[in-house]
T-cell receptor, first 117, second 113 residues
């Protein structure tokens, strides 16, 4: 079974600074997807960024980028120019690329990010 | 609708009562997921529906939990004889056939007293 580990229960960053959230995962598969989701106090899970394992290039979405190290099974999220609205719980998630019930997401336990003004 | 819609947003129920939680996925999405998020915890997979295929019920914690999806669209998660440990946020999500991007609703916050 796949597992996802987020080793940082809490992180804080100063507004306008850069922060990196860590995520490692364990799988025997070679083809899969990795995700970062943001959950603000409203509870809505919002997709931040997605990475396909077959792609060597790291995904980027505006101020959000990832460092995907397939051999090390590491998938960290970098938030540049942090804003107050970035404060939330961040979840790393894994999903197999195989079909059927393997489509379910496996989540880490989350990292609570605080942004200080 | 524009997004995944869940109801009720909040539900307080007495121990031993049955509850039903509803999820209306994004129009055209064939896959539907239910997750449970307990206080301070990550997301726990409950059940997955894909089109007309048999659902993956492997995450349901006990036989008090069941879910159905009518007409390949709306889903209802039913918890019978609720217990205090059932208190959690129940999140529904949906995706297209490829499952590449999964969209979540705002959740139903269940409190069992």
């Amino acid at each position: 079974a796949q597992t996802v580990t987020q080793s940082q229960p809490e992180m804080s960053v100063q507004e306008a600074e850069t922060v990196t959230l860590s995520c490692t995962y364990d799988t025997s598969e070679s083809d899969y997807y990795l995700f970062w989701y943001k959950q603000p106090p409203s509870r809505q899970m919002i997709l931040v960024i997605r990475q396909e394992a077959y792609k060597q290039q790291n995904a980027t979405e505006n101020r959000f980028s990832v460092n995907f190290q397939k051999a090390a099974k590491s998938f960290s999220l970098k938030i540049s120019d942090s804003q107050l609205g970035d404060a939330a719980m961040y979840f790393c998630a894994y999903r197999s690329a195989r079909g059927g019930s393997n489509y379910k997401l496996t989540f880490g336990k989350g990292t609570l990010l605080t942004v200080n003004p | 609708g524009a997004g995944v819609s869940q109801s009720p947003s909040n539900k307080v129920t007495e121990k031993g009562k049955d509850v039903e939680l509803r999820c209306d996925p994004i129009s055209g999405h064939t896959a539907l997921y239910w997750y449970r998020q307990s206080l301070g915890q990550g997301l726990e997979f409950l059940i997955y529906f894909q089109g007309n295929s048999a659902p993956d019920k492997s995450g349901l914690p006990s036989d008090r939990f069941s879910a159905e999806r009518t007409g390949g669209s709306v889903s209802t998660l039913t918890i019978q004889r609720t217990q205090q440990e059932d208190s959690a946020v129940y999140l529904c999500a949906s995706s297209g056939p490829s499952g590449n991007t999964i969209y979540f609703g705002e959740g139903s916050w269940l409190t069992v007293v």
